[in-house]
């Protein structure tokens, strides 16, 4: 089993970039597919992005498509969610999730294993 920290999250200008941190203990890492899910003021979570095992499976919601990147780190046993040309609408609370099953996707319910959130606010 592993347990996720997330952090990285702070109020930036729109148009503005962050770098997301999800630091992941215990053991196990490259047996998991991650995902980075956000949850805005008042919305459900949704699945931003995840990232399989040997960097497969990648996935993007459409609205960070070509800003966001994924990625993950085996030697630092951390994955990471760059974000770039951030918008008011980035604007909400991070969470990073392990599927061990290896499935991933965007449904926040494959995930069992949650860090703590961490904030985004972009301003206009």
């Known amino acids: 089993e592993v347990q996720l920290q997330a952090y990285g999250g702070g109020l930036v200008q729109a148009g503005g970039s962050l770098l997301l941190s999800c630091a992941v203990s215990g053991s196990g890492f490259d047996d998991y597919t991650f995902g980075w899910f956000r949850q805005p003021p008042g919305k459900e979570r949704e699945g931003v992005s995840c990232?399989?095992?040997?960097?497969?499976?990648?996935y993007y919601v459409d609205s960070v498509n070509g800003r966001f990147t994924i990625s993950r780190d085996l030697a630092k046993n951390t994955v990471f969610l760059e974000m770039n040309a951030l918008e008011a609408e980035d604007t909400a609370v991070y969470y990073c999730?392990?599927?061990?099953?290896?499935?991933?996707?965007?449904?926040?319910?494959?995930?069992?294993?949650w860090g703590q959130g961490t904030q985004v606010t972009v301003s206009s």
């Open positions: 999730g392990a599927d061990p099953t290896g499935y991933g996707g965007r449904w926040s319910g494959q995930y069992p294993h």
């Open positions: 990232i399989g095992t040997n960097n497969r499976l990648v």
